[in-house]
Every structure is written in C-alpha cells, then in structure tokens.
C-alpha cells in the first residue's frame, strides 16, 4: 500500500505552542511544515536561531497560501481572525483555545464554520493517560469528580516571556489556559457542561484571577472545581479525580486506587515531559486525519466553544 501524502503543515505564532508543535513535527511522518510567521522580528529570530532550516515565511498570508493545514498558535485575541482568513481560504483550521476572547464572536464562528474541516488542540483529546482514565471509567456510573489546580505563580515560570497578555484579564489567566483543558476532559468523558456556581478572585487590579471556585454538572455527573496562584511550590500542580478512585494528576499521570487505599499508577504512565511529545505526534496524526476529510478525535469548534462558555461564566462570577 502506498504511503499517504504528507500534509503541509503552516503555523501562525512563533511562542512556546508553535514551537512545540513545530519540534513535535520534525520527526514524524504526517505532517511536513511548509513555514511559520509571527509578527514579532524577535519571535522570529529566536525560533529560526533554535531551529535552523525552517523556513519563515512574510506573513500571515502567504503561510495559508501555503498550507494544507493551518495551526494558530498566536495570542487568543487574534485566533478569529487568523481562522476566518484559513477557512476562507478553503483550508483545514488547527486552532490553540480559546477559540475567541468573546463568547459571542466564538458562538457566531462556530454557526459559520460548522462545516468546515476544523478542529481545536485539546490535548487531553489524545493523551494516554486520557485513555487510561476512560477505559477504567467504562461500564461503570461516576458519581462526583473534582478539578484541583495549583500554581506557585502565574503565569507560570517558563511562560514569563508571555506575562503580557498572559496575566493580562481580556486573555489570559489559569482559568483559560489551564482549567480549560479538565472541562474539556470532563466533558469528554461525562456529557455536556452546566455551571451551577462560581466565584473568581482578582485581587490585583488589571491582572488576572488568583483563586476560583465552582459547582458544575458534566451530563449528569456532579464536578467541583477549585484553583489557586501561590497555593503550592510546583510550578503547576493538578488533578482530575473520580469517585475518590480513578485520576490523572500532573497531565499524564493515570492513577487507581487499590483496595480503596493506595493510589498506583497505570503502569504505562510517563511524567509530562517525556508525555507531550507522544501527545503531539498524536495530535498531528489526526491533524492529518482531519485535513484530508476523514474520522478524527480532536476537539470539535463545539466542544471549544461549550468550554468556552463555562470558563467565561467562571471568571464572569
């Protein structure tokens, strides 16, 4: 059988997803990147410093000219706009959440989009650890699970070059970038989102939230969710946590209770270092996957955009 062709892989933002994604690239066979743009001359001399050969190309434009593919990995505020020239373009969308900085604007993309070949980097939606958690979970009927996130500071130390906007309230925050990704796997696993209560603490005026709390439902099963700055010394401790038997802990660690007493994890569990490469190559099997129209397991513009409304209606609490 004949290998398949390889998709041409454009990224648009040259910070620390981009690059991720792009080293992600370099050795793997589905994808073969055809240039990336970023509108900081810095960004770019520093990506094509700390990866040579790659090419970069003048701007946005000539990057979806370019592409079969398209991975907008720039600041949230310019994800729409960089979507909606992709699509136009008739090419696939691959898009860093959140999809927008406002809901409406989201909710109107995604009416407009629905048919489009595009999805949005979950990455939990390719995760081992991901799979571990729901081939437990099978067969069975949870009854609570919990999301704990902690964090030394925010943004967290290797994200410091981005504390403009990280840290600023219009985008950023560890509610967007990080309590994201467990309501997604929430709703992955259990159902549609519907947040009952919430409250949000900004105590520093201009900067983003510093502890959150919240009551939601994933179909029908009851999640609670708690998160705070300066709550712990790990640059980024978290928790997915079912029934008080089954959960992922530090992004790629499954773990099980034995008798009820000892947590042990899945014996195929890696910390995240060593996870997020395998994850993303994953991920780039199914950009591929979907950009040539077939199956995929990515995250749909609907489940972007349903996470979307209940982080938006935390911070709004």
């Keep these: 059988m004949a290998a398949?062709?390889?998709?041409?892989?454009?990224?648009?933002?040259?910070?620390?997803?981009?690059?991720?994604l792009l080293r992600?690239?370099?050795?793997?066979?589905?994808v073969t990147v055809v240039g990336v743009w970023d509108p900081s001359e810095a960004a770019r001399d520093r990506l094509a410093a700390a990866m040579p050969g790659l090419p970069i190309l003048p701007g946005a434009a000539e990057i979806i000219a370019a592409s079969d593919?398209?991975?907008?990995?720039?600041?949230p505020a310019t994800h729409l706009p960089h979507a909606r020239a992709v699509l136009a373009a008739g090419k696939a969308l691959f898009c860093?959440?959140?999809?927008?900085?406002?809901?409406?604007?989201?909710?109107?993309?995604?009416?407009?989009?629905?048919?489009a070949r595009a999805a949005v980097n979950f990455p939990f939606a390719s995760a081992p650890a991901a799979a571990a958690l729901a081939a437990w979970l099978a067969g069975t009927k949870p009854r609570a699970a919990s999301i704990a996130v902690d964090f030394a500071t925010w943004p967290r130390g290797w994200q410091s070059a981005a504390a403009g906007w990280l840290d600023g309230?219009?985008?950023?925050?560890?509610?967007?970038?990080?309590?994201?990704?467990?309501?997604f796997l929430a709703q992955r696993l259990f159902g549609p989102l519907r947040l009952e209560t919430a409250a949000a603490d900004f105590p520093e005026p201009g900067r983003t939230e510093r502890r959150i709390a919240a009551q939601l439902c994933a179909g029908e099963v009851p999640v609670s969710l708690h998160g705070g700055v300066g709550t712990t010394e790990a640059d980024d401790s978290n928790s997915f946590t079912v029934d008080e038997m089954f959960r992922l802990r530090d992004w790629s660690i499954a773990e099980r209770k034995r008798g009820g007493v000892t947590w042990e994890p899945d014996p195929a569990a890696?910390?995240?270092?060593?996870?997020?490469?395998?994850?993303?190559?994953?991920?780039?099997?199914?950009?591929?996957?979907?950009?040539r129209g077939e199956p995929h397991?990515?995250?749909?513009l609907q489940e972007a955009l349903d996470v979307q409304r209940a982080v938006e209606a935390i911070l709004a609490s």
Excluded: N
Aim: aromatic share 4%.
């Design 4 to 20: 398949m062709a390889q998709i041409g892989l454009g990224v648009l933002g040259a910070g620390i997803m981009g690059e991720r």
């Design 24 to 30: 992600a690239a370099a050795d793997q066979d589905a």
């Design 69 to 75: 593919c398209v991975y907008v990995a720039s600041p």
């Design 96 to 115: 860093e959440k959140p999809l927008a900085v406002d809901v409406g604007a989201a909710e109107r993309f995604v009416a407009q989009a629905a048919s």
């Design 169 to 183: 309230r219009d985008q950023g925050g560890f509610t967007r970038e990080v309590v994201s990704h467990f309501l």
């Design 270 to 291: 890696i910390p995240q270092d060593r996870a997020r490469p395998l994850v993303l190559h994953r991920q780039l099997a199914s950009v591929a996957a979907m950009t």
């Design 297 to 300: 397991g990515l995250a749909t």
